[in-house]
């Protein structure tokens, strides 16, 4: 027997833009990225609008690695493009916290992603794989007032 399932949790990466990015177009870069931002509001909106949605997935959008910074370097990632090593998570959902942009804060890392999507399901992510790095601890964190909207 089949059910249907209904995430609790939406990975979403970014891709599109490393791959314009490759093609050393920035006015590509900047339309794959406002291309993907609308694709997530419609598919934010849509879910919204849907009972068994409206309020319970948590959206976690984020790039699948890092891209040098500067002038000429937005066009390569690696360990020789400084910059590369930085990368952006946006979470999005139902009793999260909005902490808006974060500097200055401990380092976050991409391992850190599975662990908060367990986390953000009340499961236990470490507590299956000891070695894996840890949930990010202010998004897990629920808010005490009512859901985002």
């Known amino acids: ?31 794959a990225a406002h291309q993907f931002d609308k694709f997530v509001e419609q598919l934010w909106n849509t879910m919204q609008l849907m009972p068994a949605y409206h309020d319970q997935t948590t959206f976690i959008i984020a790039t699948n690695h890092g891209r040098g910074g500067g002038l000429t370097e937005w066009k390569d ?51 299956s794989v000891p070695q894996a790095a840890g949930a990010l601890p202010d998004v897990v964190a629920p808010r005490t007032s009512s859901a985002v909207r």
């Open 1 to 31: 027997m089949c059910r249907p399932h209904q995430p609790r949790v939406l990975f979403i990466e970014y891709g599109e833009t490393d791959e314009e990015a490759r093609s050393r177009r920035y006015d590509l870069v900047l339309r």
């Open 77 to 127: 990632h690696g360990p020789d493009r400084k910059g590369s090593e930085n990368i952006w998570i946006g979470v999005l959902g139902p009793n999260r916290q909005p902490l808006g942009k974060r500097e200055h804060t401990p380092a976050v890392t991409q391992s850190q992603i599975a662990a908060t999507m367990v986390a953000l399901l009340a499961k236990d992510y470490r507590g």
